[in-house]
């Protein structure tokens, strides 16, 4: 006997932070909205990514911030104790890995929720277990993306972490080797470095951040070597083995010991899962094509790390919205990512948006570049921080491109560089306005007026 086929306007598969938004919209506007997702409703980030590993961050840098008293307002002791923090994680970020309270949310809306592998089957139909859902106003895909693990011999079969396991661990291992110099591995090291561990970052690139610039990855270099963070850059791991006790990760320049070992190697979509051959689209891509208004076929959008756009939760609400706007009809500006922001909450805070420095002239601009060491301004020198803001210009134009702002609150300073570059503002613009003194902020003036 066939499966029935229901009839519903909307098919929402994957319900992170863009799907469930969109889910929930859609219903408030009276659609009919079925939401899918076998895993939880809410996503990587509230669970296992931005919220929980900011708590961990956040009570990392009190750490930190007590070990600053001494020369500058006295003396003062911190004991690094995990317990809050495990637990803090648990009761206010994740609901013990529940989402009762996410599917309740989306219901109230009006929308309805099925636990299940949402997979395409047809143009307009996506089919969960034995169940048949045709959408009449369109399908939406966000079902994000995993951790993506090396094919390095012997690490298959290995208990070893990834962010799940970082983000759920309930005692700090006492050493720990992270394979991954990006965002996520650059984070934890300082977090469990902070916490006790001993840590070794292993990074197959010559630098830290290799997605940010040179100058980036090379202040990190240094605070994680004051710090105490042995960092090895230039060489993939070889082999990985376990013995029962802890993991030994062989590198062309000879081996590396520890009790746990976390990949942090990026991450990748699975398209082949989402069935996407039934609306002619490649399943071998790297993630799934979309034009400027995030359609992917004929009644079929996509959202978030699923398009291959940043694997950021801002990036999946942006998506979500033009998403909304195109079912309903609605009138609203196309997905543009000259502005895109992103920032590694590493101490100090890595803040970036745009064009690096080589994008800019790789993309054949006439660059200008202006560069200042935030130890060099006021609030730089009273807070005794380390970073710097470095601006890319579009010369011809007189535009910023890119910038970096990288400090103790270099994620907030960041917001002046993304409405300049959105906003296309003219550097003799940004030259000639008043920047409060004394702020992080004021080092942009100093680094606009080093622009050559």
Same mark, same amino acid.
């Given at each position: 006997?066939? /499966?029935?086929?229901?009839? !519903?306007?909307?098919?929402?598969?994957?319900?992170?932070?863009?799907?469930?938004?969109?889910?929930?919209?859609?219903?408030?506007?009276?659609?009919? !909205? #079925?939401?899918?997702?076998?895993?939880?409703?809410?996503?990587?980030?509230?669970?296992?990514?931005?919220? /929980?590993?900011?708590?961990? $961050?956040?009570?990392?840098?009190?750490?930190?911030?007590?070990?600053?008293?001494?020369?500058?307002?006295?003396?003062?002791? &911190?004991?690094?104790?995990?317990?809050?923090?495990?637990?803090?994680?648990?009761?206010?970020?994740?609901?013990?890995?529940?989402?009762?309270?996410?599917?309740?949310?989306?219901?109230?809306?009006?929308?309805?929720?099925?636990?299940?592998?949402?997979?395409?089957?047809?143009?307009?139909?996506?089919?969960? @277990?034995?169940?048949?859902?045709?959408?009449?106003?369109?399908? #939406?895909?966000?079902?994000?993306? =995993?951790?993506?693990?090396?094919?390095?011999?012997?690490?298959?079969?290995?208990?070893?972490?990834?962010?799940?396991?970082?983000?759920?661990?309930?005692?700090?291992?006492?050493?720990?080797?992270?394979?991954?110099?990006?965002?996520?591995?650059?984070? *934890?090291?300082?977090?469990?470095?902070?916490?006790?561990?001993?840590?070794?970052?292993?990074?197959?690139?010559?630098?830290?951040?290799?997605?940010?610039?040179?100058?980036? @990855?090379?202040?990190?270099?240094?605070?994680?070597?004051?710090?105490?963070?042995?960092?090895?850059?230039?060489?993939?791991?070889?082999?990985?083995?376990?013995?029962? *006790?802890?993991?030994? !990760?062989?590198?062309?320049?000879?081996?590396?010991?520890? &009790?746990?070992?976390?990949?942090?190697?990026?991450?990748?979509?699975?398209?082949?899962?989402?069935?996407?051959?039934?609306?002619?689209?490649?399943?071998?891509?790297?993630? *799934?094509? #979309?034009?400027?208004?995030?359609? &992917?076929?004929?009644?079929?959008?996509?959202?978030?790390?699923?398009?291959?756009? @940043?694997?950021?939760? =801002?990036?999946?609400?942006?998506?979500?919205?033009?998403?909304? +706007?195109?079912?309903?009809?609605?009138?609203? &500006?196309?997905?543009?990512?000259?502005?895109?922001?992103?920032?590694?909450?590493?101490?100090?805070?890595?803040?970036? #948006?745009?064009?690096?420095?080589?994008?800019?002239?790789?993309?054949?601009?006439?660059?200008?570049?202006?560069?200042?060491? $935030?130890?060099?301004?006021? +609030?730089?020198?009273? =807070?005794?921080?380390?970073?710097?803001?470095?601006? $890319?210009?579009?010369?011809?134009?007189?535009?910023?491109?890119?910038?970096?702002?990288?400090?103790?609150?270099?994620?907030?300073?960041?917001?002046?560089?993304?409405?300049?570059?959105?906003?296309?503002? /003219?550097?003799?613009?940004?030259?000639?306005?008043?920047?409060?003194? /004394?702020?992080?902020?004021?080092?942009?003036?100093?680094?606009?007026?080093?622009?050559?």
């Amino acid at each position: 006997m066939p /499966p029935e086929i229901l009839e !519903v306007d909307v098919v929402v598969v994957g319900l992170g932070p863009g799907g469930e938004d969109v889910a929930g919209k859609l219903a408030v506007a009276g659609l009919d !909205v #079925v939401g899918v997702d076998e895993r939880l409703v809410g996503g990587e980030c509230p669970y296992w990514g931005c919220v /929980p590993s900011k708590m961990m $961050i956040r009570a990392a840098d009190l750490l930190a911030e007590a070990g600053r008293v001494d020369g500058m307002a006295g003396t003062a002791t &911190a004991t690094p104790d995990w317990a809050p923090v495990a637990r803090r994680i648990r009761d206010e970020a994740t609901d013990n890995w529940d989402d009762t309270v996410a599917v309740k949310r989306l219901e109230d809306k009006g929308g309805r929720f099925v636990r299940g592998h949402g997979r395409v089957t047809a143009p307009g139909q996506v089919t969960v @277990g034995d169940q048949v859902f045709r959408a009449r106003r369109g399908i #939406v895909l966000g079902t994000g993306s =995993h951790p993506a693990v090396p094919p390095v011999p012997g690490l298959s079969g290995t208990p070893f972490w990834t962010n799940h396991q970082a983000i759920e661990a309930r005692a700090v291992p006492e050493s720990l080797l992270i394979l991954g110099g990006g965002a996520v591995g650059v984070e *934890l090291a300082q977090v469990f470095s902070r916490f006790g561990a001993k840590v070794t970052v292993v990074e197959g690139s010559p630098r830290l951040i290799p997605m940010e610039e040179p100058e980036s @990855g090379a202040l990190l270099l240094k605070v994680f070597t004051d710090e105490g963070i042995d960092v090895r850059l230039g060489g993939h791991a070889q082999h990985v083995s376990y013995d029962g *006790l802890g993991f030994t !990760v062989t590198l062309p320049d000879g081996e590396l010991s520890a &009790a746990q070992l976390l990949v942090a190697t990026g991450r990748k979509v699975d398209l082949a899962s989402l069935g996407v051959a039934a609306i002619g689209i490649d399943e071998s891509l790297p993630a *799934l094509p #979309v034009d400027d208004r995030m359609r &992917a076929a004929d009644g079929v959008w996509g959202l978030g790390d699923l398009v291959g756009r @940043g694997a950021f939760t =801002h990036v999946s609400m942006y998506h979500a919205a033009i998403v909304v +706007r195109e079912i309903l009809g609605q009138q609203g &500006a196309p997905a543009s990512y000259e502005a895109l922001p992103r920032v590694t909450f590493t101490d100090p805070e890595i803040g970036s #948006v745009g064009m690096t420095e080589q994008q800019a002239r790789d993309a054949g601009l006439n660059v200008h570049v202006g560069f200042t060491p $935030i130890g060099s301004s006021a +609030r730089g020198w009273i =807070h005794r921080g380390e970073g710097h803001i470095k601006l $890319i210009e579009d010369a011809d134009r007189g535009v910023l491109v890119g910038g970096t702002s990288a400090g103790p609150v270099g994620g907030e300073v960041l917001s002046a560089l993304v409405v300049a570059i959105h906003a296309a503002v /003219p550097t003799a613009t940004l030259k000639s306005m008043i920047y409060a003194y /004394p702020t992080f902020h004021r080092a942009i003036e100093a680094a606009l007026a080093d622009l050559k």
